[in-house]
């Protein structure tokens, strides 16, 4: 149990164009749902947590207006990279813990973005 | 400083060595503490949690030292296998289950 998809695995896309990235709860609710970043030989990064339903929460330095995230329900985040740069090419996760849950988070397995 | 920091390495281990480091982290009020492992291009795993009276699940042992805030883990008999990046990661909770990752140390087993 406590799977969490993402989709797309991988995306290439020019610069200047925008990317829709999912995440998806397929057995259990998540109440809230983790936006995370992570470049090469660094460590995740979190960029914004979302609840179902409310805007989300985003860290310090991430543009909202950039990385537009929907988290229209329990089970389904959705995270948008508006006009996209070659900077913006990096690993990007989401997570989601269970809602009633203690702690643990569980993660998808990522989204890789190439942006040429 | 960073609020969690870990030895990036690589740990270079010859097959069946024990092998151990350490994370420290700044926040006192964080209250949970977890390992994930990460491979290579791939998401993060929860390998175990850390309790405050240390904790063991097989080969792995974790520990907490809160008056100094670092947690360690140690690997016994490393296998092949174990080769990956070990993620030190840091809850506070006040701060709504919000996750703080240490940068990685990364372990390389060798036959």
């Known amino acids: 149990g406590a799977v969490v998809s993402q989709h797309p695995s991988w995306v290439i896309c020019k610069s200047g164009t925008s990317v829709k990235i999912e995440c998806r709860s397929l057995d259990f609710q998540a109440t809230t749902m983790f936006w995370y970043r992570q470049f090469p030989k660094q460590s995740l990064m979190l960029m914004a947590t979302s609840n179902e339903g409310s805007k989300a929460t985003y860290e310090q330095g991430v543009e909202k207006d950039k990385f537009l995230i929907n988290h229209a329900s329990l089970t389904l985040s959705t995270l948008t990279v508006t006009s996209a740069h070659p900077e913006d090419s990096s690993f990007y996760i989401c997570?989601?813990?269970?809602?009633?849950?203690?702690?643990?988070?569980?993660f998808g397995p990522g989204t890789r973005l190439t942006v040429l | 400083r960073k609020e969690v920091e870990q030895d990036p390495g690589p740990f270079n281990v010859p097959e069946g060595a024990t092998v151990a480091f350490n994370c420290t982290y700044s926040n006192s009020a964080s209250q949970s503490f977890f390992w994930y492992r990460q491979d290579c291009r791939k998401e993060p795993k929860l390998l175990m949690s850390?309790?405050?009276s240390g904790n063991e699940d097989g080969r792995f042992t974790a520990q907490l030292n809160r008056a100094s805030q670092y947690i360690s883990l140690l690997i016994r008999d490393s296998k092949l296998s174990d080769s990956a990046t070990y993620l030190c990661?840091?809850?506070?909770?006040?701060?709504?289950?919000?996750?703080?990752f240490g940068g990685g140390t990364r372990v390389l087993v060798k036959p």
């Open positions: 850390v309790y405050s």
């Open positions: 990661v840091v809850n506070l909770r006040a701060a709504g289950n919000k996750l703080t």
């Open positions: 997570s989601a813990d269970i809602a009633g849950g203690v702690n643990e988070q569980f």
